[in-house]
């Protein structure tokens, strides 16, 4: 009777196999893929990571061009106080100042339809200092059935420009540094409504 006991506790246990465990640990893994795998969708102000250096010590990424994304992201993303301004100079413009625990994050401005082009430009700050430049144009000298469109996109450290995209691809850089005196500084430092339009209706 014992052997008949043991015979079959034997067995018992021979059919038990870790693939429950195994399940579980997949999806895990699935799980972790998931997280990490984000889409950027459609953004028009920042192009697709692809791989970024990490340091091991905080497994934070090193590349001033990924560290700028994400702020540029954050800006994006984030609920922030929005002050609208319009007014006219050659044509009607628009200014819209972003502001982040009454700081500014973000510039819109939009410059119009003047002659055959339009122009909005998109300044990004932390702490104070420019580190993205978005600029869109629309028009310029008529193509034959189409409509001509630019995007430009400045990443900057240090007040310099780090890369230079014309349509998503690398280009040398129209202005290549940012000093204290150009009108992406002056709008940030701006305290009335007259020194927008003054930097602005030149």
Do not use: W
């Amino acid at each position: 009777m014992k052997k008949i006991f043991f015979a079959l506790a034997f067995m018992a246990l021979a059919s038990c196999s870790p693939s429950g465990e195994n399940k579980s640990n997949v999806a895990a893994d699935d799980t972790t893929a998931a997280a990490v795998d984000t889409t950027s969708g459609s953004d028009t102000t920042a192009d697709v990571v692809a791989e970024s250096p990490v340091d091991s010590t905080n497994n934070q990424t090193t590349d001033p061009i990924a560290m700028i994304r994400k702020k540029v992201e954050h800006i994006n993303t984030v609920q922030l106080e929005k002050k609208h301004l319009e007014f006219m100079c050659d044509e009607k413009m628009m200014v819209d100042r972003y502001f982040e625990n009454g700081q500014i994050a973000k510039i819109s401005v939009d410059f119009g339809t003047i002659g055959d082009v339009y122009a909005k430009e998109d300044y990004y700050y932390d702490n104070g200092k420019l580190i993205f430049k978005y600029e869109f144009v629309e028009g310029g000298p008529a193509c034959e059935g189409c409509i001509k469109k630019n995007e430009y996109r400045s990443y900057i450290q240090n007040d310099k420009v780090i890369r230079y995209l014309k349509d998503k691809k690398t280009e040398k850089c129209r202005t290549c540094e940012f000093s204290a005196t150009v009108k992406e500084y002056k709008l940030l430092k701006a305290a009335h409504d007259d020194e927008i339009k003054k930097t602005l209706c030149r």
